[in-house]
């Protein structure tokens, strides 16, 4: 079939963690029908998902995942499923978290364990608060004053404690950035798990610049609940929460 041409892999690795259960016939009679094909093996499905997963995950924890399969077929399937969609409009139904409560923590465990291993490309992308400062903002380095005791710009301080959710409290003057320690934190989190960060704010303007100073960089995946908007857009901007298209959401 055309799927089976497009992306082998994904069609190989969905057929066997969906008929990992004892009745598995009805799905198993469809993926035959459309790989033309029978279920693969274990060795071949876990090849065909480690490779889905290069690049998106932490290698070390890929390698505790895999070998679990076959008793986390579609909890693995629906992590798998919304890791392909990461970073966009897409949610996990509350129903999937209720009925498979482990495709949750195997996305965490995926995609939010961060290792230490200098040869994790993703564990040494996801936790470099210079990369993403990079990848969000354009921005080479972050303001390098103030400083902490350390000598190290506290902006980074507070974005790499926060990044290792580490309880903080950063206090910095007007005017010094501290937007960015938390919206990078955020957009990390939404990122690796689709989470939503909420940001209290009392200024009705401080919340309208900054969710516009975002869309500014390209970054949409922002939005605002205040007294000033009409209902049409607090509508606009729930829904943006519900269906998974918000990282920040401020009020």
Same mark, same amino acid.
Request: hydrophobic share 40%; proline share 7%; with cysteine.
């Given at each position: 079939?055309?799927?089976?041409?497009?992306? $082998?892999?994904?069609? !190989?690795?969905?057929?066997?963690?969906?008929?990992?259960?004892?009745?598995?016939?009805?799905?198993?009679?469809?993926?035959?029908?459309? !790989?033309?094909?029978?279920?693969?093996?274990?060795?071949?499905?876990?090849? *065909?998902?480690?490779?889905? #997963?290069?690049?998106?995950?932490?290698?070390?924890?890929?390698?505790?995942?895999?070998?679990?399969?076959?008793?986390?077929?579609?909890?693995?399937?629906?992590? #798998?499923?919304?890791?392909?969609?990461?970073?966009?409009?897409?949610?996990?139904?509350?129903?999937?978290?209720?009925?498979?409560?482990?495709?949750?923590?195997? #996305?965490? !465990?995926?995609?939010?364990?961060?290792?230490?291993?200098? @040869?994790?490309?993703?564990?040494?992308?996801?936790?470099?608060?210079?990369?993403?400062?990079?990848?969000?903002?354009?921005?080479?380095?972050?303001?390098?004053? $103030?400083?902490?005791?350390?000598? !190290?710009?506290?902006?980074?301080?507070?974005?790499?404690?926060?990044?290792?959710?580490?309880?903080?409290?950063?206090? #910095?003057?007007?005017?010094?950035?501290?937007?960015?320690?938390?919206?990078?934190?955020?957009?990390?989190?939404?990122?690796?798990?689709?989470?939503?960060?909420?940001?209290?704010?009392?200024?009705? *303007?401080?919340? *309208? @610049?900054?969710?516009?100073?975002?869309?500014?960089?390209?970054?949409?995946?922002?939005?605002?609940?205040?007294?000033?908007?009409?209902? $049409?857009?607090?509508?606009?901007?729930?829904?943006?929460?519900?269906?998974?298209? *918000?990282?920040?959401?401020?009020?």
């Amino acid at each position: 079939s055309e799927l089976e041409r497009g992306d $082998p892999e994904t069609i !190989r690795a969905y057929h066997y963690l969906t008929t990992t259960s004892q009745e598995h016939e009805g799905f198993d009679a469809v993926f035959v029908h459309v !790989r033309g094909a029978q279920r693969p093996g274990p060795a071949e499905a876990q090849t *065909a998902i480690r490779n889905l #997963l290069r690049g998106r995950a932490c290698v070390h924890q890929i390698a505790t995942v895999i070998p679990e399969a076959v008793r986390n077929g579609w909890p693995l399937a629906y992590a #798998l499923s919304w890791i392909s969609v990461a970073g966009g409009d897409s949610v996990m139904p509350p129903w999937v978290r209720h009925q498979f409560p482990e495709a949750s923590r195997l #996305l965490r !465990r995926l995609r939010d364990a961060a290792c230490t291993d200098p @040869d994790c490309d993703w564990c040494r992308t996801q936790k470099d608060p210079h990369k993403l400062l990079k990848k969000w903002f354009g921005y080479d380095a972050f303001r390098a004053k $103030p400083t902490g005791p350390d000598g !190290r710009p506290l902006q980074e301080t507070i974005v790499a404690t926060a990044m290792a959710k580490t309880s903080i409290l950063g206090i #910095l003057p007007t005017g010094t950035g501290k937007s960015v320690c938390y919206q990078i934190p955020a957009l990390s989190q939404f990122e690796k798990t689709g989470a939503l960060t909420v940001v209290i704010s009392p200024l009705v *303007a401080l919340m *309208a @610049d900054q969710v516009e100073g975002m869309r500014r960089q390209g970054i949409t995946s922002c939005v605002t609940i205040n007294g000033m908007l009409s209902m $049409p857009e607090r509508q606009e901007a729930l829904n943006q929460v519900r269906l998974g298209g *918000a990282a920040t959401f401020r009020s």
